[in-house]
């Protein structure tokens, strides 16, 4: 026999062994060591149900044994035995996750029913109709959990038999009644196993103990356990308790209650009850509950006994309590206790409104608060209560809701959208042409593109709700329609997006909106008090800048300036300077950019003065300004066919022939970043003056500029590093000589390539700083194109658990996170006062801040909505390390 000790009775427990005993099992024996009244109880341990599933769902040496020792003990504490003639023992067998996963997992309640103590139970109770009651629910229960039987088997027959009675409710059938339901809910699991189910209680305990370990592998704990980041590693505990009876009569009830409101947060009685029913009639929605304060008027004792037990479990737990009774004949016990769910506003005023009590401290405090949850303050959202049925589902790429009319090109949008009128852009996915109409739209649906897809990346910089990837929807943008299923939406039409879940609806349903309040900006501002690293934001025009100095960022990581290029009144200078034959054509097409970009400049560093801005020169190819290859080469077909317009046709050809010549197979790996910087050496001299000449603009107008960062993206090799940097200061240096000016500037370099981070010490000797762009590195680090494998094999590989996290979501710690560490060691090696921040889409994932702050990085930088969540994130990170 082995040695493992699976089982444990309850007064072996307490709150320290959750990992062990589950939340459920922990709770329990946690509430009998301060005298709380709990049915006597054994736990089998989360490590024979992980054991259980590494062996292929053999139970591991020895359980059985335990078990029957366990039952034994109870047996013998209880003076019952289980399945009894004479005084039988009855026990419920319920999961235990060790983190809350509320309705996920199976239970089986009134064990040990049978032919021979039904009638013992009856006896003992005298209440004949109790028992017969019991035995009915038990076979139901025990055939829909563990022999498989499909559950409207058994509630048809019951339906049939309340219409036969002319009844409505359960409660009004009698005991002859339930007695004739147990015979056909005994036929029916015959019939459905074809043969006579097993009714000794010992083998029905085991095989039920078994389908609670086999029931944290279904499919609704699995996506429950996906959305909450809780590993499938942990396993469930089962819990084996001895019923208490809230169907014994009007004497008798059942309830779960909060400790403070779960909505708002606000201390008030919260709960609901019913009486003579067990608990599953209240969580299925069998009945209608009745609010807790009517307890008070049938139960008088026992509701006073639960306001001070309430009030107990809250006080000693130090935090919000959700928590399940039972009240048999007048007696209250406690079944379950466990920090209850409860929405984000509630989260904060709970835990602001537990430090003014002096319950917790402020740092208790911000460690009680997911920093998740307070994205859904930043962002309105769909009403709770609106009941509509969603008509497609696609990735929550971007948090919050929206409603607007279905519109499906960028300049429709545009124009509709400046005219105030509230669009949502659908696309079958969108590209940097579509900023314009991105912008303006209220919110982005596609049909392709992941998580991290241009839509998802754009939309959470801006703020906007955005729904990506939505599989089987299909976009007709001649026709102007949006199919799904068999429902057809023209332009025009409503739709709601909910970017949070990723539900779309073909209506307009009430939004809430952002719910920043006293208690957000007060436990913001605790963490400001504890956290190590910055919190800088990515933003590229004033009014994002604008929003992310509101929301606390200290500075901006990111300027992208190829948006600016991508802007309507930019691309015809920018396409002159693409198509120019030789160097002072090219310069002449900068110098019309030069001012354009110079004007972007001063607006973000007028929002920013006083902080630190770095901009990234620019980053992508040069055929993404240019058209579609396909679409310029049937516009030149088609000028062909028509004749007519000599220069537009040379215009046409001119322009397909450069883009033939910047047409690569792989430009994400191509001539980009630093790469094109090299071999068109006027663009980065053009944008460095650009920078200067606005930081001196707004120092002159402001009395105040920005600390001027200016960053050379996707460097691989020093020598790289090293000729940008000669250029840029080269610029920047006649550019102060002419305005007789001083200005403080650095130049840094973007660390997005496997390569930069292992030979990090050569490239810090000609680097001022260092960035990490994270989804680069996390693309070339892993080998993935990011689109591509969200919407391939990446899914698959992360509901197989090849994969724990999207990879692009939270930081590969062990592969992307270890380059991010090699190159700040091998950086600072050379630099030891080397400033290194992260500025890809991680910079705003909680998890991915925890490993920034270990990894000893000095800032992080994410998009403006959520500055807020890296703040607190960062704060934790220190917590929990310390």
């Known amino acids: 026999m082995s ?98 996963m509320p309705g996920m997992m199976d239970t089986i309640l009134n064990l040990g029913m049978s032919d021979d103590s039904v009638m013992a139970l009856a006896e003992e ?144 009685l919260y709960g609901e009850f019913l009486v003579n029913a067990q608990g599953e009639d209240v969580v299925a929605g069998i009945r209608t509950p009745r609010p807790l304060a009517e307890m008070q008027e049938v139960l008088p004792e026992a509701y006073q006994q639960l306001i001070d037990t309430m009030h107990k479990m809250e006080q000693h737990y130090r935090d919000m309590q959700d928590m399940e009774f039972t009240v048999e004949d007048g007696h209250l016990y406690l079944l379950q206790t466990r920090n209850g769910k409860r929405t984000a506003a509630a989260a904060l005023k709970v835990a602001s409104d537990l430090v003014d009590e002096g319950v917790i401290s402020k740092e208790e405090a911000l460690l009680r608060i997911e920093p998740a949850q307070l994205d859904q303050l930043l962002h309105p959202a769909i009403d709770p209560n609106h009941g509509k049925q969603s008509i497609a589902t696609g990735l929550p790429a971007s948090p919050g809701a929206a409603v607007g009319e279905v519109v499906f090109d960028a300049d429709t949008a545009a124009e509709r959208g400046e005219r105030g009128e509230p669009v949502v852009l659908v696309r079958f996915e969108t590209t940097p042409d579509d900023i314009h109409g991105v912008i303006v739209a209220q919110g982005i649906l596609t049909a392709h593109g992941g998580m991290t897809s241009h839509a998802a990346v754009v939309a959470r910089g801006m703020g906007k709700p955005c729904v990506a990837g939505a599989a089987g929807i299909k976009i007709d943008p001649v026709a102007k329609t949006l199919t799904i299923g068999d429902r057809v939406l023209n332009e025009g039409d409503v739709v709601t997006l909910d970017g949070t879940t990723g539900q779309v ?129 049937l516009l030149v077909q088609r000028l062909e066919l028509q004749g007519g317009d000599a220069t537009a046709l040379a215009e046409a050809r001119q322009t397909l022939a450069q883009v033939k010549k910047l047409h690569e197979l792989n430009p994400m790996l191509g001539t980009r970043g630093v790469r094109l910087a090299m071999l068109y050496p006027e663009i980065p001299d053009m944008q460095a003056r650009a920078i200067v000449r606005a930081a001196l603009a707004v120092l002159d107008r402001e009395g105040e500029t920005v600390g001027v960062e200016i960053m050379i993206p996707l460097v691989a090799l020093s020598q790289e590093l090293d000729t940008q940097r000669q250029i840029v ?119 991915s801040i925890t490993f920034f702050n270990s990894a000893g990085l000095d800032y992080v930088s994410c998009s403006p909505f959520r500055v807020p969540i890296a703040r607190f994130a960062a704060a934790r990170a220190v917590l929990n390390q310390g």
């Open 729 to 847: 200061v080269a610029a920047v240096e006649d550019e102060l000589a002419k305005a007789g000016r001083q200005l403080d500037y650095t130049v840094g370099t973007m660390i997005e390539l496997p390569r930069a981070a292992l030979v990090a010490d050569q490239i810090a000797k000609y680097a001022d700083f260092f960035s990490f762009g994270t989804n680069d590195l996390t693309q070339t680090a892993i080998g993935i194109s990011r689109d591509d494998a969200e919407n391939g094999f990446l899914t698959t590989y992360v509901m197989e658990r090849v994969l724990e996290r999207n990879p692009f979501e939270s930081i590969d710690v062990d592969g992307v996170g270890a380059l991010v560490e090699i190159g700040v060691e091998k950086g600072r090696s050379v630099k030891p006062g080397l400033k290194t921040g992260v500025c890809g889409e991680h910079g705003g994932d909680p998890d």
């Open 505 to 633: 609806y073909g209506e307009a349903l009430d939004l809430i909106p952002p719910q920043i309040n006293e208690d957000f900006t007060r436990l913001v501002e605790w963490a400001d008090g504890v956290r190590r690293l910055g919190v800088r934001a990515n933003a590229d025009n004033f009014d994002d800048a604008s929003k992310a100095r509101e929301l606390g960022a200290e500075g901006i990581g990111l300027c992208r300036t190829e948006h600016m290029f991508m802007a309507q009144d930019r691309l015809p200078a920018v396409r002159k300077m693409i198509l120019a034959e030789n160097a002072d054509q090219r310069a002449a097409a900068l110098a019309e950019i030069l001012p354009m970009q110079q004007v972007d400049f001063e607006g973000i560093f007028t929002a920013m003065k006083g902080l630190p801005v770095t901009v990234r020169l620019l980053d992508p190819p040069l055929h993404e300004f240019l058209p579609n290859l396909v679409e310029q080469s």
């Open 3 to 100: 040695d493992d000790r699976y089982i444990y009775d309850l007064s072996d427990g307490d709150a320290s062994m959750k990992n062990l005993l589950g939340g459920k099992g922990a709770g329990v024996a946690e509430m009998n060591k301060v005298g709380v009244p709990v049915p006597d109880a054994f736990t089998v341990t989360t490590t024979a149900c992980v054991e259980t599933m590494n062996n292929g769902g053999q139970w591991p040496e020895g359980l059985d044994t335990q078990i029957a020792e366990g039952l034994a003990r109870l047996e013998e504490r209880t003076g019952r035995k289980l399945g009894a003639a004479e005084k039988p023992l009855l026990v419920s067998v319920r999961s235990g996750a060790v983190f809350s």
């Open 125 to 268: 109770f005298g209440n004949e109709r109790f028992a017969w009651d019991c035995y009915r629910r038990f076979i139901q229960m025990y055939g829909e959990v563990v022999e498989s039987i499909p559950g409207h088997l058994y509630e048809d027959a019951l339906s049939e038999l309340k219409h036969a009675r002319g009844v409505e409710n359960d409660t009004d059938l009698t005991a002859a009644d339930l007695k004739e339901l147990v015979g056909s809910f005994k036929e029916i699991s015959n019939e459905a196993l074809g043969g006579e189910w097993t009714s000794d209680p010992r083998e029905q305990l085991n095989r039920a103990v078994n389908a609670v370990f086999k029931s944290w592998g279904n499919p609704r704990a699995e996506v429950y356990r996906r959305a909450n980041n809780i590993p499938a590693s942990l396993g469930t505990a089962v819990n084996i308790m001895q019923m208490v009876f809230g169907n014994r009569g009007d004497t008798s009830a059942t309830g779960v209650c909060f400790t403070r409101d779960p909505s708002t947060g606000e201390k008030a």
